[in-house]
């Protein structure tokens, strides 16, 4: 398994499990400690998948805080895992389909469904999981050398962004209990919908923010950020009109500084989210 192996990797660079874990997921979102052995079959995935529905379900529609999912059927059909869920109060859709695949031992949701009058299902909205991790493979712990290599004392683990949509590993040492069919299960806090979760880069948002109220008229934030085309346009755009392309340029300017102050989906030139 490349993620265990990526692990494992970090392991003998002398990081503790906590730190290797994080630094894991960064490439492998949906990797866990020893993960066959929490959730490797059947029943398993069908129990961890029934402990974490209420957080799941919650995560894709944040607009509905609140709301309590029940799961009326599980289906494992082939490599999926067809979960029927309600609703209370109504989403709007009832019930909905949530397609899961197995990724590194961990169900991951994929996409879920919506119900036509003659039994078939419509898809509703997809998370975009794929059944392989980004990364390219590794032969083995000792071909791959990851960026903190050298580093003699770990660096602070990066916050993980939203959506994402990947779900939490199940703790280790913690029994997973049977659910009751039709039982609603206990609500969990919600964090957004699921999504790709996106790094942490090292720029701040309060200085983007700062740089564009201030110095946008010259792109001067958007240097910052790495984004050297639009920097150079603002730039040439203020001073080759004498300042008259400063009625573009300044307002142009604030809309981006207050996204990247407010935006949780503002991006540096890198694509990675901006840090508090």
Not at 11 to 38: I, M, V
Not at 101 to 110: D, F, M, S, T, V
Not at 162 to 170: L, V
């Amino acid at each position: 398994m490349e993620a265990q192996a990526y692990f494992e990797n970090l392991k003998s660079q002398g990081f503790d499990d906590e730190f290797a874990q994080k630094h894991t997921r960064q490439y492998y979102p949906d990797f866990s400690l020893n993960p066959t052995a929490s959730v490797g079959n059947v029943g398993n995935h069908n129990a961890w998948i029934s402990q974490n529905f209420q957080r799941i379900a919650a995560e894709c529609y944040p607009d509905d805080e609140g709301a309590v999912f029940t799961i009326a059927d599980i289906r494992n059909n082939g490599q999926v895992i067809e979960v029927i869920a309600h609703s209370n109060p109504s989403i709007g859709y009832d019930p909905v389909r949530y397609d899961f695949i197995i990724i590194n031992g961990i169900p991951a949701l994929e996409s879920t469904s919506t119900p036509n009058p003659d039994g078939s299902w419509s898809p509703f909205f997809s998370t975009g999981v794929s059944s392989e991790p980004s990364p390219a493979p590794i032969s083995s712990p000792a071909a791959y050398a990851p960026p903190i290599v050298h580093q003699t004392h770990p660096p602070q683990a990066q916050q993980m962004g939203q959506f994402a949509a990947q779900q939490q590993p199940m703790m280790q040492g913690q029994p997973m209990q049977a659910y009751g069919q039709g039982q609603p299960v206990q609500a969990y806090g919600q964090q957004g919908m699921m999504m790709q979760q996106v790094g942490v880069g090292s720029r701040s948002k309060i200085v983007t923010f700062l740089l564009g109220f201030f110095l946008g008229v010259f792109g001067v934030h958007n240097f910052y950020l790495g984004k050297t085309g639009l920097g150079i346009t603002q730039l040439l755009l203020t001073i080759l009109t004498f300042g008259i392309g400063t009625l573009i340029t300044w307002p142009w300017s604030l809309i981006e500084s207050i996204l990247a102050l407010a935006s949780s989906n503002f991006r540096d030139g890198d694509g990675m989210a901006l840090s508090d």
